[in-house]
Nanobody, 124 residues
Framework: EVQLVESGGGLVQAGGSLRLSCALS????????IGWFRQVPGKEREGVSC????????LYSDSVKGRFTISRDNAKNTVYLQMNSLKSEDTAVYYC?????????????????WGQGTQVTVSP
């Protein structure tokens, strides 16, 4: 059974950094993508970044480009989201999700499995 478990959220001041982790288990293939999404109460979930686990190619939303970095450690079955220069508008619940096919896309409805989410709060 595919499982994704996020960790690393917390409270940080604006301008600070956090690193989120997404621990992966149950995958029986190596050609999949992992995406990071975030959601604020009352708003739609939005795509932040994704990575092709096999070749390491990445995609970022315009709102985080240059500040966030997605990476993977295949030996540890973990995908990371390094978040620097955090802003108050980055405050959200962050989710990682898995898509069991190739291609870098950040559309919510094409991801097959989701983690439970981790809260990130950036104080002004």
């Amino acid at each position: 059974e595919v499982q994704l478990v996020e960790s690393g959220g917390g409270l940080v001041q604006a301008g600070g950094s956090l690193r989120l982790s997404c621990a992966l288990s149950g995958f029986t293939r190596d050609d999949y993508a992992i995406g990071w999404f975030r959601q604020v109460p009352g708003k739609e979930r939005e795509g932040v970044s994704c990575i092709d686990v096999k070749d390491g190619s990445t995609l970022y939303s315009d709102s985080v480009k240059g500040r966030f970095t997605i990476s993977r450690d295949n030996a540890k079955n973990t995908v990371y989201l390094q978040m620097n220069s955090l802003k108050s508008e980055d405050t959200a619940v962050y989710y990682c999700a898995a898509r069991l096919s190739g291609g870098l896309l950040l559309y919510i409805n094409i991801y097959d499995y989701w983690g439970q989410g981790t809260q990130v709060t950036v104080s002004p």
